[in-house]
C-alpha cells in the first residue's frame, strides 16, 4: 500500500446498528467502488442513495498516510492518549466510501498493536478479513455480495431488487432494517417499522447521529 487516502478521521458515538451509542473513533476512507461520489455520476451509479461525502482528503483528520503506522496513531490520538491505560479497549469504525479498497493486514495489525477493537461497515463486495471484530454489511441491489457472514446485515430499505428472505438465510447474528434517507423519509421510517411488526427476526436501525446533532 503507497499511502491510505482518508477523507476524515473523528471522534463520535456510534449512529447505527447494533453498536449504536458506542464512543468511537470513525476513520472515513475515500473512494468507492460503487459510485465516484460525483452528484453528475449519481443517476447511473451501482448504489445511488448515499448520503456521504466520501470525495477526496480534504475532511477533518483526512489527508494520505504514508504508513499504516502513522494512520493508526492518529486513530490513537482521536481517542485520547490518556484513556490508553483505562480497562475499557479503544473502538475504531472503519467505514468509507469503501473501505475494503484500502483496509489492509498492516493497518490491521497496527491498530491491534494499540488496542483497538475494529468494526467495519462495508458494501460486502469485497472480502471481510476474519480479523476484523465486528463485521456489518449492507448489501446494495444488483450488486454482487461475497461477504455473506458477519455480526450484523444492515439492510437500507427500500431497494428494489433486494430479497430479505434470501438475505436473511445468509450468516449473521442480527438482521436490521434502516430506513433509507432522503425524500419521502418520514414514510419510509414508517414503512420500516410496518416491516418490522411484520418480521420480528428484523430489527430496526434508525440513524440516531441524524437526530442527535453528531457527526
Ligand atoms: C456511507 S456507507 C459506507 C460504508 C460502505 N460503503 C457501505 O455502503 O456499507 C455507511 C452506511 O450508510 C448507509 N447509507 C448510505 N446512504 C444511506 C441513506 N441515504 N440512508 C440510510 N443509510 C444510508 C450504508 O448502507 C451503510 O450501511
Ligand atoms: N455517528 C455516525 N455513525 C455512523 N455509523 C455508520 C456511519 C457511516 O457513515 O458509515 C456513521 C456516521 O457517519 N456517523
Ligand atoms: S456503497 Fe457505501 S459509500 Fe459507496 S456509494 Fe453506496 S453507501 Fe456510499
Ligand atoms: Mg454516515
Redesign the pocket.
Known amino acids: 500500500m503507497a499511502a491510505y487516502a482518508v477523507k476524515e478521521m473523528f471522534l463520535t458515538l456510534q449512529g447505527e446498528g447494533l453498536q449504536a451509542g458506542r464512543r468511537a473513533v470513525f476513520l472515513r476512507f475515500a473512494g468507492?467502488n460503487?459510485?465516484s461520489g460525483r452528484e453528475a455520476d449519481r443517476h447511473k451509479?451501482d448504489?445511488q442513495f448515499?448520503d456521504?461525502d466520501?470525495v477526496g482528503t480534504d475532511g477533518d483528520g483526512g489527508g494520505r498516510y504514508a504508513t499504516a503506522e502513522a494512520l493508526a496513531d492518529r486513530a490513537l490520538a482521536f481517542w485520547g492518549k490518556s484513556l490508553e491505560q483505562t480497562e475499557v479497549r479503544p473502538f475504531t469504525v472503519i467505514t468509507?466510501?469503501?473501505p475494503m479498497l484500502q483496509l489492509d493486514a498492516p493497518l490491521i495489525a497496527a491498530l491491534k498493536d494499540r488496542g483497538f477493537e475494529i468494526a467495519i461497515e462495508t458494501?460486502g463486495t469485497f472480502a471481510v478479513p476474519e480479523t476484523i471484530d465486528w463485521i456489518c454489511v449492507?448489501p446494495?441491489a444488483g450488486t454482487e455480495i461475497v461477504q455473506r457472514a458477519g455480526n450484523e446485515l444492515k439492510m437500507v430499505w427500500p431497494q428494489p431488487g433486494l430479497d430479505f428472505r434470501a438475505l436473511q438465510e445468509w450468516g449473521f447474528d442480527h438482521f436490521l432494517v434502516q430506513p433509507m434517507d432522503g425524500v419521502g423519509y418520514i414514510d419510509t421510517r414508517e414503512a420500516c417499522i410496518a416491516f418490522v411488526i411484520q418480521h420480528p427476526r428484523w430489527r430496526l436501525s434508525v440513524q440516531n447521529h441524524k437526530m442527535i446533532g453528531l457527526r
Open positions: 468507492c460503487l459510485w451509479a448504489c448515499c456521504t466520501f468509507g466510501g469503501e458494501n449492507s446494495k
